[in-house]
């Protein structure tokens, strides 16, 4: 059922922005991070990131609601449709699980990270420290449509600590950044 190729194939008929790809590929490598670190299904984890913006580019007045309804339409369980609803504080929709709070915490993490990589000389995550973050999260002109807001209530729901939080995602990019760049795909940033 989570077959990443599959789920990939579909991402791509309904994306073709390819920063909105490098995004939820961003997405889907902390998740798989989280998953394996709490000891969750790292395949089912990786699905509802690569999926959780589906809708994002072709229904963005309808999103994340449509595309809630097209994985409930294509069978997926309630708990993978409810993370992706869950993954915009708009939505009302609460974050139950683990894997619905992981993915709130990652979302706007994993695109501050990568705003922060693309002005590094390197443009890479691998150099990348927690005290860089920490100061351009201070710096409000910085990815100005990030919500520290919501990386901060992300990694309290998650319940670690924004550092370890930030430590670990940064961490987790760098890996597959290097494993896509290993493989000669496109990678995060």
Same mark, same amino acid.
Request: charged share 30%; with cysteine.
């Given at each position: 059922? $989570? @077959?990443?190729?599959?789920? #990939?194939?579909?991402?791509?008929? $309904?994306?073709?922005?390819?920063?909105?790809?490098?995004?939820?590929?961003?997405?889907? *490598? *902390?998740?798989?991070?989280?998953?394996?670190?709490?000891?969750?299904?790292?395949?089912?984890? !990786?699905?509802?990131?690569?999926?959780?913006?589906?809708?994002?580019?072709? #229904?963005?007045?309808?999103?994340?609601?449509?595309?809630?309804?097209?994985?409930?339409?294509?069978? #997926?369980?309630?708990?993978?449709?409810?993370?992706?609803?869950?993954?915009?504080?708009?939505? !009302?929709?609460?974050?139950?699980?683990?894997?619905?709070? *992981?993915? #709130?915490?990652?979302?706007?993490?994993?695109?501050?990270?990568?705003?922060?990589?693309?002005?590094?000389? &390197?443009? @890479?995550?691998?150099?990348? &420290?927690?005290?860089?973050?920490?100061?351009?999260?201070? @710096?409000?002109?910085?990815?100005?449509?990030?919500?520290?807001?919501?990386?901060?209530?992300?990694?309290?729901?998650?319940?670690?600590?924004?550092?370890?939080?930030?430590?670990?995602?940064?961490?987790?990019?760098?890996?597959?950044?290097?494993?896509?760049?290993?493989?000669?795909?496109?990678?995060?940033?």
């Amino acid at each position: 059922m $989570y @077959d990443r190729e599959k789920a #990939y194939g579909l991402l791509r008929q $309904y994306v073709n922005n390819e920063g909105l790809v490098k995004h939820v590929l961003a997405v889907e *490598a *902390a998740m798989r991070g989280y998953a394996e670190k709490l000891g969750e299904d790292v395949e089912k984890w !990786g699905f509802v990131g690569l999926v959780h913006d589906i809708d994002y580019e072709m #229904y963005p007045e309808e999103h994340p609601y449509k595309g809630g309804q097209m994985l409930r339409d294509m069978g #997926y369980p309630e708990d993978v449709v409810e993370a992706v609803l869950g993954h915009g504080d708009f939505t !009302g929709v609460e974050r139950n699980t683990p894997m619905a709070k *992981a993915l #709130y915490a990652v979302d706007e993490l994993t695109g501050f990270l990568s705003a922060c990589a693309l002005v590094r000389p &390197s443009r @890479d995550f691998a150099d990348m &420290s927690l005290k860089s973050v920490k100061k351009k999260l201070k @710096d409000k002109a910085f990815a100005r449509a990030v919500s520290r807001e919501g990386i901060e209530k992300g990694a309290q729901e998650l319940g670690v600590e924004l550092d370890e939080h930030i430590d670990f995602v940064i961490d987790v990019l760098h890996r597959a950044n290097e494993e896509y760049r290993r493989k000669g795909l496109t990678t995060l940033v």
